[in-house]
């Protein structure tokens, strides 16, 4: 049984491409649910902050309106998972931008993706490899 993801409210600010004190004000307003760990610091699960990051996400602006490097890794959080015996979807909010990638189940099950988990959208030309850090499981 996988454990289920908590994220301080550091890791989640990182996430959510906000300020701690950002996610702080959400939590303390009730927009975004957090409990406390063993050592009382507030932290938030991987499936609640995977709902919110959906929630608020926004189409993103023109991106010819903006000059920009494009980025080829995209931290985020996996949001859905859809899989049967051999294919899965699993689709991944990042910032404000939602990826989805198709591989195997076993990848799926190899990588220890659940809703709520942290993972990483690699994209090189059409491809999108999806990484969790430190190879965790």
């Given at each position: 049984m996988l454990?289920?993801?908590?994220?301080r409210i550091s890791e989640a600010a990182e996430l959510l491409g906000v300020s701690d004190d950002t996610v702080r004000r959400w939590v303390e307003a009730g927009a975004l649910p957090a409990t406390t760990d063993p050592a009382g610091r507030a932290v938030v699960v991987g499936a609640?902050?995977?709902a919110?990051?959906?929630g608020r996400a926004a189409a993103p602006d023109d991106p010819a309106a903006h000059r920009s490097s494009?980025?080829?890794?995209?931290?985020?959080?996996?949001?859905?998972?859809t899989a049967d015996t051999v294919m899965a979807?699993?689709?991944l909010q990042c910032g404000p931008f939602r990826v989805v990638s198709l591989m195997?189940?076993?990848?799926?099950?190899e990588l220890g993706l659940e809703v709520g988990?942290?993972?990483?959208?690699?994209?090189?030309a059409t491809t999108v490899l999806v990484e969790t850090p430190g190879g965790a499981r």
């Open positions: 454990s289920v993801a908590h994220f609640d902050l995977a919110f990051a959906v494009a980025r080829n890794r995209f931290a985020g959080l996996v949001t859905a998972i979807q699993v689709e195997s189940s076993e990848a799926v099950r988990s942290r993972a990483s959208a690699v994209v090189k």
